[in-house]
């Protein structure tokens, strides 16, 4: 009787503590002696420095430092941040320098710190450092920046262009100079933020005695930031050790190493005390990563059955002040565009241009949500043109299930083809079609239109490239007491990674889930990591948990037989104990087989047998894994207010092996919510100079739980052929195409109208400046004020 | 140009700290908030606890808590340590309990412990804690503890004899009814301590933040140590560490875990705050383990020539109050019996007793002094009855080369048999006699007498089963700065540990041995561990750092020849650097090749890859190594005083393949000065109530700097075939003859007085008492005294 836990609806095992509160989480971290730092951050969006006087701050009360980039480390002062994934290329991007030795890019950019015996104290001191800046001209949009003659972005620079490439599959001139149909549309999504519940923060502590420098951070990626701080520090990687304690969130922001983390541990090195930073949210609106201002100006041309013949055109992607993550937002975009559809011929030139911003990097989609928007919207105008309803020309597009491996033709900044691995894409959009009652849709609409109401059902379907490589390990130990330990780099921020990788391990060494103890976001705790970013711990932990435990198992069997001098195949492992399957049913506990596996001091092992219960695997994938889905909601348009109501929200998803549905509807449920409020609600409001005007939650709107629906999800499993768990990735799927579907649904809504839809944040205002330019809107709205 | 490391006289790179002040052992650990604690230890060597009364303790200034059994966790207060190294059979046998809940059997043994601000207040609050006992009868001596009628050295148990059991091989009673000759001796070995320049110590600090429980130790052992803390505190051995920082010598008493370690971390788990708690070297002459009390009734029987038929008898061993290791000692004991000479028949029959007296463990020799002691005094006494050279007896009995490898006929504990792996004992006897130019002693003999000077020449030989198992591993890792870092449980005591292991990486990854960055003594540096007793580390970590290297290079030059385009076969990996042979000689630093080998977050790895260049091995030996040697020293005896004067001491050793002679020279030497206070001065006494009488070193003698010559050493290398490097151990054996050999020159010094000595250590009182048995001797010390 075998435990059965992979594809069970297990309650995840972090919420009992998260719930009660015995999280742990950054700011919960108090260490003795520790002192509290506060940044002092540019108040230009651009400008030189040309004095910093910290006397008076020096004085004030509780004082201990304040370090400007001339009193950091050599190293410090002259390099700049690395980027974190760079491509094979190694091209060279814009980072920021720990501390700003000289010129300012952004409102906000850390230009010193005060690290004082309380944060109250640090930041009345940090308000006392007098600053002398040459104000320089800022560009504050990428169409702006763009131009020959704007202003430069960063001084000195020969242009803010950081890099223009082509994403192209077949001959795209031709297909257009053919086609029947060519349509054209510019769109545009603006700039947001990740907005996790916690901040950012970190502390460090330097102590030689428990081996160097610890830097507790609030971070998805615990390995990287190690790599970073040895790097930049010159410090022998094994006297520093990172620790993500529990994480309030991610979504993007918190996979960049930030100057911050660098700036407290060099402060904790150089005053021999603990320093505790810990963002509020106005730093948070400010110098957190934000994402998806890119303008999209595309055209499709179809044939007279609406399929696709060509997509075509250009992309401009806002990389703010610094480019973190180096171009790998534009590139996702870029391979995106297709989506689950056949595109024959495609040509998009893209230019990734610096502004006076925040540095753009990935928040939960990360250049995806972008890409389908701008296919779906191609899609719904093809659909309007051709008369042709807005699912049935998909399914004429589709992908189909006997074309996979299927082959985009385009490749990705590492040189490899772009290979969607397995998925039905038919067959997913049919189960959302079904589920939402699709066809029962225009009865609902006609019916509500009767009342004076308005209605609209919208569709957007998308492809994601996750589980990217290149590794993450798991390692995994048979105690002594009998419980499984389970390690890895697989940082999580909320998403239940000990719980989905508890389950694959329990279910294949047979043990109830909570006897894995599970210990993860730390780089003890395992050689080497890499973190938690594109959906990516699934199928790339995931297998190497299988693995680990797999051969963990065969150790187990192996010793069990010899000293229990019964062949494997006899034996069952259950319940913790291994036990003849005949006979007496002699057994031996795990906890005993532990023991007696470690050896006996002084005492020869058998011939050919290694130490322990325990195996570390790292599972490297061959390519990425494609997940994919369909949205369908169903909107209510306030013509008067321009308000939009979620009547109903559908997702059918494949994320392959679904290895704990409660987590994966988890997941798809918080997307979507990230998706509404980027379609309805996040924008990231600057003035002319670059001036944030949007930092506080007065003023920048998050979706509520008024807002966000429960959502309704049906599951399709095709397994993935790039790993033996199958598992591909769900934790952006939600938010990807949502602002697709949900556009789609309020220009379907305003039908009457002929709104024409194609940007988002879709505001009350944007929806009436849209509805006033029909001439039926006045009508309507006296006949909607008069009912 | 291969760097040639293995066999090089390396500096060790220990030393520049250690030598310089800069090394951290315990008691330089100062944590935050910590506490002192002292223990209160039973006066009496056996007796009953009627009641324990703290409250003036708990009044006492700067006191925290006061401790009793009773206050422990229960599974403290209930349970017994485990033994260290339990044999297969499990045998049941006395080990302490943390605090002594009811019954105290030595002098010594901890009853309560006090947490207070200082050592100085905890001290003093000890003192006024008014425990109540009923003293009990005590049992001092093992020839008492045997005898039926003795008193029971613990209450209710059945007998005072632990275990009894034979080691045998042939036929003795056959060889001996027919022998030609047969001669029978008592000898004794007395009880002595180890008395490391450090004493024992312990800090723990319970911080969840961390991870949980942290003690550093100064242990042999931190994984067993880690293990037993574990196992006693219910904790999960995820959430145990155990450092061991420098240790200032061990010897073996340090290879225990004690009670003291336990409940300094049970009391920091209590109380919140760290404990530390340093052994003063009163307590280690109390209750640190000592070694030695051996009594052996044996006889041997030869042929005319000489030849050994056999020996027979029986040895009573004295266990002390506990036995941590079980019966480890006696068992050595008795199969190091046969030593490097062929022995057709064999039965001895061990008896193991308790008594009042401190647990009795391993010391640097661990029972084979004692076994060589009496089979050396045994061949002396064959050679002088036969008027045979004790040189050329030796010789006629040496197991021969070719009869490699040897089974001597006995099994060990763990039911294998024993088997001598490689070694050429004629040839290491007889340079250790050509280096002390035996040939000519009887010349120089005779010119001393001729000025009423006594000097005489001593020789023994000795094997020794080292380099145990289980295993012990290595883990190596290049490092993104191109340095390597290994890593093993390997915990050092001042052996060198560090030197040899980085040569072993260094020569096969051919970098500088600087370049070697070691961890060791860490529970969380490698996953599994044994520790450093039984000159095991060598023959186990040795291999595993050969392996683990091995590994790495194989990566390093797979990696490098597909990133430079060259075959493998074409590339030179030197310097840090792997370069193409020919050609523009492009290389890649193994820095680069580090950071190469990770990967790129996002971009999946080679097909086939695995992550990093890293490996850890476990090297498991088949069977113990079997080292040997011969000691040869000449004294001089001062009729009038006792004195003796060592003048000259040659150790001709065989140790397989010697990976630094500076460390093997350096433990050959210090190890002789250990044999030397055992053979002379080391005397632990005891009342017959069990009392202590030599608790400082006024009392009980070490050897000085004037007592210890300068050994001067030859080796010997027949690489052991149980691992790939060949080497066995060459820790002990500096001490395991020593003994025998000394006391076999001073009698051979006082042929004249016809001196039978057979014990030791052989105090000047000792030898007196022997010559005064001489008619010769009062007429020869009005001589030395006249000359």
Known sequence: MGMKAIGARVQRTEDPALLSGKGRYLDDIALP???????????????????????????????????????????????????????????????????????????????????????????????????????????????????????????????????????????????????????????????????????????????????????????????IAKHVLCDLLAMDPESVRVIAPDVGGGFGPKAVFYPEELV????????????????????????????????????IAVDGEGRILGVRGSMLHDGGAYLPWEFSLPYIAAVTMPGPYRLPAYDLDVTVAYTNLPPASAIRGSGRPQAVFAMERLLDRVARELGIDRAELRRRNFVQPDQMPYPTGLTYRDGRAVVYDSGDYPTTQSMALELANYADFGRRQAEARAQ??????????????????????????????????????????????????????????????????????????????VGTFASRIAANAGPSALGAAQTVKAKILSLA??????????????????????????????????????????????????????????????????????????????????????????VAHDCGTVINPLIVDGQIQGGVAHGIGNALLEWMAFDPNGQPLTTNFGEYLLPSSTVVPTVRIAHLETPSPVNPLGAKGAGEGGT????????????????????????????????????????????????????
């Open 561 to 650: 037989s010899r000293l229990l001098e019964t062949p494997e195949e006899d034996l069952v492992l259950e319940k913790g104990r291994v036990e003849a399957r005949h006979g007496n049913r002699q057994g031996l506990s795990l906890g005993e087989l532990a023991r007696r596996a470690k050896g006996s001091p002084g005492v020869s092992m058998h011939r050919g047998d290694t130490p322990g219960l325990e195996h570390t695997s790292y599972f490297t994938p061959a390519q990425a894994t494609w997940c994919n889905g369909t949205h369908v909601v169903e909107v209510e348009v306030d013509i008067a207010t321009g308000g939009v109501k979620i009547l109903d929200y559908v």
């Open 264 to 299: 407290v541990a060099a402060a904790a090195m150089k005053l021999g005390r603990p320093v505790k930073w810990v963002e509020d949210r106005r730093e948070h609106f400010l110098t957190a990563v934000q994402e998806r201002d890119q303008y999209w100006d595309v055209e």
């Open 452 to 529: 004076g109401r308005h209605i609209g059902i919208g569709i957007a379907n998308y492809v994601e490239g996750c589980g990217v490589g290149p590794y993450e390990g798991v390692s995994i130990k048979v105690l002594d007491n009998g419980k499984i330990n389970l390690r890895s780099g697989a940082a999580p921020t909320g998403q239940g990674h000990k719980t989905m990788l508890a389950q694959i391990c329990a279910e294949t060494l047979n043990v109830e889930i909570e006897d894995v103890i599970v210990t993860l976001g730390d780089t003890n705790a395992i050689a080497m990591g």
């Open 33 to 223: 002696g520790m002192l509290h730092a506060a940044f002092l951050r540019s108040p230009l969006a651009h400008g030189v420095i040309r004095s910093i006087d910290a006397t008076a701050a020096l004085d004030a009360p509780g004082v201990h430092a304040v370090l400007t980039a001339q009193d950091l480390p050599e190293m410090l002062r002259n390099t700049r941040l690395p980027v974190m994934g760079s491509s094979p290329q190694q091209t060279q991007v814009m980072t920021p320098y720990a501390l700003a030795p000289e010129e300012v890019c952004y409102v906000g950019e850390p230009v010193a710190v005060v690290v004082a015996d309380s944060r109250y104290l640090a930041e009345d001191a940090a308000g006392l450092i007098a600053v002398d800046y040459d104000e320089l001209p800022a560009v504050a949009n990428c169409r702006d920046a763009a131009q020959a003659e704007a202003p430069r972005t960063h001084n000195g620079s020969s242009s803010n262009k950081a890099t223009r490439f082509k994403a192209t599959i077949g001959d795209a001139a031709a297909a257009f100079a053919t086609a029947p149909h060519v349509f054209r549309q510019d769109m545009w999504q603006h700039r947001g933020c990740g907005h996790s519940i916690e901040c950012r923060g970190a502390v460090a502590e330097h102590d030689p005695l428990r081996g160097g420098l610890t830097l507790w951070s609030s971070t998805q990626i615990p390995h």
């Open 736 to 787: 990807i195409p949502a602002a697709a579907a949900i556009v789609s649904a309020i220009e379907h809504a305003l039908t009457p109208f002929d709104a024409r839809l194609n940007m988002s944040p879709l505001t009350p205002e944007t929806i009436i400046k849209s509805l006033k330019q029909s001439p039926n809107y006045k009508a309507a709205l006296m006949r909607a004020c008069a009912g």
